[in-house]
């Protein structure tokens, strides 16, 4: 889809305008003792003839704030048919420490399908948008990679709210990494690496949308974050044996 429109400056104004507002609210995040801040799934909307000054602006935040920022960010590509759905890693020192692309979506994506780490001094931190969360496979990366904390700006509505979200939870059981899933539309949950609880904030019930969860700095290695599906059919093929197994024991001598 093409954005001809990003040329009105009333437009450009008002995508301005929801810039800042995400920058005040990660001010009030950082006031309270927030230490790695982020936003919901394409929250900054920006041409790409903007994104200099946007990164400046980000890495700005994060030095004069000491925190680490990873603002969720759509960039419109102007006259081109595609956009870049972003999540961004900035550290205190205003280095960009990953830019991670959308990888499962229903619209074109160059993303190389890796998912970007930064380690941080609250554990090693990963990010993935979305519906990447839905895919097992993808997501066992984390896993593989011994992240503690993965991050998941997402966009969702409210037919598919909380389950969505709720259902995303697991990986982080799988992976043995703590998941926090932000959302637009949605809700918003913070969970350990054992699925427990620890933050939640609905979208549609909530006026003050900053949500601050104090999270485990550590994640455990599992069995399926290290051998994936394979775990799984071990299972299976485990269980049918054990029935057979069953089976056979009940058959008496004599019995054709």
């Not at 230490?35 to 900054?44: Q, V």
């Not at 890495?59 to 759905?85: C, Q, T, Y």
């Not at 995303?168 to 427990?196: F, H, K, P, Q, Y």
């Not at 999270?215 to 299976?236: C, I, S, V």
Request: hydrophobic share 45%; aromatic share 10%; with cysteine.
């Amino acid at each position: 889809m093409i954005y001809p429109f990003v040329h009105g400056h009333v437009l450009r104004g008002e995508m301005t305008g929801i810039r800042q507002a995400l920058f005040e609210k990660s001010e009030r995040a950082a006031a309270f003792g927030a230490k790695i801040i982020f936003w919901t799934e394409g929250a900054a909307p920006l041409a790409n003839d903007e994104w200099d000054a946007f990164l400046y602006q980000a890495k700005d935040f994060a030095v004069n704030h000491d925190v680490w920022l990873a603002p969720s960010v759509v960039m419109l590509r102007i006259g081109e048919e595609k956009n870049d759905n972003l999540a961004l890693m900035i550290d205190p020192d205003g280095e960009l420490v990953y830019r991670y692309e959308k990888t499962h979506s229903w619209y074109p994506t160059d993303s190389d399908g890796v998912i970007r780490t930064a380690d941080t001094p609250w554990g090693r931190i990963g990010s993935v948008i979305c519906f990447d969360l839905d895919f097992p496979s993808f997501v066992q990366q984390t896993g593989q990679k011994g992240v503690d904390i993965l991050m998941v700006p997402g966009y969702d509505t409210r037919t598919i709210s909380p389950f969505h979200t709720q259902a995303g939870l697991i990986r982080g059981v799988e992976n043995g990494c703590s998941v926090v899933r932000m959302a637009n539309e949605s809700t918003s949950v913070a969970a350990d690496w054992r699925g427990n609880v620890i933050g939640w904030q609905d979208t549609f019930t909530t006026g003050d949308q900053v949500m601050i969860v104090d999270m485990p700095k550590k994640g455990r290695r599992t069995l399926y974050g290290m051998l994936g599906d394979w775990f799984a059919y071990a299972d299976l093929m485990l269980v049918a044996v054990l029935i057979l197994a069953a089976g056979l024991r009940k058959r008496t001598p004599g019995t054709v």
